[in-house]
């Protein structure tokens, strides 16, 4: 691990920096074909609307992937994340309009852990609207 981060340095209610994670239907091409998850709903727009969904939607293995970054970018060690769980809430739906989806991530710590180690929570929305529920990493710091 490599992160300059203090845990001392560190306090409940710290927030990290925002990110907003553009997604386009490129990159879900390029998701499917790194992950294996060819799934026609990530990439058929009008099967996806058949069974009920409003539009191609991203994978949630990539939404969860890219809420991470908050926290990566933030400790500077991809390495220095212990624990990572989410729940799926709600899909980010990615319409072919030249524009796409917008993920927004924010992140705040709150709780300090034992031996340097701080909770992170996590919020990630897109539309408006909440995409991931629970979301919480845990961080260990030097």
Wanted: hydrophobic residues 45%; without cysteine.
């Amino acid at each position: 691990m490599t992160t300059n981060l203090k845990f001392t340095d560190v306090e409940v209610g710290t927030k990290l920096p925002a990110l907003s994670v553009p997604i386009q239907r490129l990159n879900l091409i390029k998701y499917a074909g790194a992950s294996g998850d060819f799934n026609i709903i990530h990439w058929n727009e009008r099967f996806a609307t058949s069974v009920g969904l409003p539009n191609v939607i991203a994978h949630g293995m990539f939404t969860m992937g890219a809420a991470i970054r908050v926290v990566t970018d933030w400790v500077g060690d991809p390495g220095a994340v212990v624990e990572y769980g989410v729940r799926f809430t709600r899909p980010v739906p990615v319409p072919d309009d030249g524009i796409g989806a917008l993920l927004e991530i924010s992140g705040e710590v709150t709780e300090l852990l034992d031996a340097g180690r701080v909770r992170v929570t996590l919020t990630a929305s897109s539309s408006g609207q909440t995409v991931l529920g629970k979301a919480q990493a845990v961080v260990q710091l030097a």
